[in-house]
């Protein structure tokens, strides 16, 4: 029984390039969350999907970032134009059904973004 | 707006000891109470979950309690080793989105 996959573990990328990050939730897992871990700080919400559907955004830079989370496949999280202040670990949680007793947050190894 | 705080940030303890990690929220309305624990450059692992219907859970060393009234939670770790060393996380679970607190850094020395 698999966890949360993500891939890649490390990713690098110049100023101006475009980052993709991908998430694969536990098995029978439909809800998606993204958060942001930058050095020393805590995690930071960026945004929680549904299958095809995102719910909540908030957390998200206005500019640059979006999500998805197909009906086939994993989520991804994908950066354009990534600047030198993207640079953080991304993690990846998923959970059956939340706001319900017995729906505890998996999380992944995360994505260690570094742009150069 | 949900908003969680850790104290203390950092703690240092010798090995043997038992100690008390503090977690506090804002809003009373929440359905988890999910403590976590993450060392350096890796995810986070799942320590204990307080479902709102419970006011504790207790797994090995490890005991967490959850007072919604008063807008906090506890994590008891008895016996303390050097293996216990990582940062700890608790995070609160609104309708749907868990909000985290800063983490307490815990070193435990042999």
């Known amino acids: 029984n698999a966890g949360v996959m993500q891939n890649p573990r490390h990713l690098v990328r110049r100023r101006g390039q475009e980052a993709r990050l991908r998430c694969s939730p536990m098995?029978?897992?439909?809800?998606v969350y993204w958060y942001r871990q930058l050095p020393e700080e805590g995690l930071k919400f960026m945004v929680y999907l549904q299958k095809e559907n995102i719910i909540d955004e908030s957390g998200m830079p206005k500019e640059r970032f979006s999500a998805e989370f197909p009906k086939e496949g994993p989520s991804i999280l994908r950066i354009q134009q990534v600047v030198r202040g993207d640079s953080a670990a991304y993690f990846c949680?998923?959970?059956?059904?939340?706001?319900?007793?017995?729906?505890?947050?998996?999380f992944g190894n995360g994505t260690r973004l570094t742009v150069t | 707006k949900q908003e969680v705080t850790q104290i203390p940030a950092a703690l240092s303890v010798p090995e043997g000891e038992n100690l008390v990690l503090n977690c506090s929220f804002t809003?009373?309305?929440?359905?988890?109470l999910q403590w976590f624990r993450q060392d350096p450059g890796k995810g986070l692992t799942s320590l204990l979950l307080?479902?709102?219907?419970?006011r504790e859970q207790t797994s090995g060393r490890l005991n967490a309690s959850l007072d919604k009234s008063s807008g906090r939670s506890t994590l008891y770790i008895a016996a303390s080793q050097p293996g216990d060393s990582a940062t700890y996380l608790c995070a609160g679970q609104g309708t749907y989105k868990y909000i985290f607190g800063t983490g307490t850094r815990l070193k435990v020395l042999a």
């Open positions: 098995k029978g897992h439909s809800h």
């Open positions: 809003d009373s309305a929440i359905y988890n």
């Open positions: 307080i479902q709102s219907s419970q």
């Open positions: 949680a998923s959970s059956r059904q939340p706001g319900q007793d017995h729906s505890p947050l998996h």
